[in-house]
């Protein structure tokens, strides 16, 4: 195994650091991390949302906080812009999505290791970190330079996202990162009509991964148009309609985190 770096620095304020992945991207990872860290506010845990996916930062745009830019009080440290109670920060408040781009895994690495360190966090019980797809190298340092508490693996159940999911759980092993369990996401879709529950991307296939790497199943996230809306909209399912069925299988899942 990757021996993870001697001098791995704890984020201050953060007791957990819990990082969401996934080996392909388009599987909903953003999706996922947004709906959990308001599940587990919901639980009454303090929780922040660092997202990190330097290629693609969709999370501002999730909380419909896309205009904001953190403020600095000593042009260095940033206060986290905060977003349906969680402290939020996002490569998105930072830089234009065109320019994120075209950067290099090591210019990447350590642009996510600064926001992070960076930021002033309030005390947090957890830290929700939405990681860019893949397993490269971006991964690796984050995992080798910061005490990471476990990984949560976002895949859909079709055959080519569970493949890149597995080199995902593969590679946190070598880092001795825990998988805290894998979410099934676009499990199914439920027919609007008739309430036929068709499995569009296959079915079982997440049961099994979790079987075979001895981790969980957390929960299996169906396809669905209110999920999908609500985020274009800037205010995710669990917060804006509590009673909705799809909020209470996020609430399950952040019960088994
Ligand atoms: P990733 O972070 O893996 O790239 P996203 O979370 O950004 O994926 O999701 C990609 C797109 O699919 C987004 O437009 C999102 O709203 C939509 N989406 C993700 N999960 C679901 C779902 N379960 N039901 C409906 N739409 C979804």
Known sequence: TLKRANEQHAVKNIKNIIVVSSGKGGVGKSTTAVNLALALQHEGAKVGLLDADIYGPSIPTM?????????????????????????????GYLVEQDNAMVWRGPMASKALLQILQDTMWPELDYLVIDMPPGTGDIQLTLAQSIPVT???????????????????????????????????????????????????????????????????????????RVLRQDLDNGRPTVISQPDNPFSQIYNELADRI
């Open 63 to 91: 909380l419909g906080t896309q205009n904001q830019h953190p403020m600095s009080p000593d042009n260095q440290h940033m206060m986290p812009i905060m977003a349906f109670g969680l402290a939020t920060n996002s490569i």
């Open 150 to 224: 476990g990984s949560v693996i976002v895949t859909t159940p079709q055959d080519i996202a569970l493949i890149d999911a597995k080199k995902g759980i593969t590679m946190f092993n070598k880092v001795n990162i825990p998988t805290i369990g894998i979410i099934e996401n676009m499990s199914y879709h439920i027919c609007e009509n008739c309430g036929h529950h068709e499995a569009i991307f296959g079915e079982g296939g997440a049961a099994q991964l979790a079987k075979h790497y001895h981790t969980q199943l957390l929960g299996q996230i169906p396809l669905d």
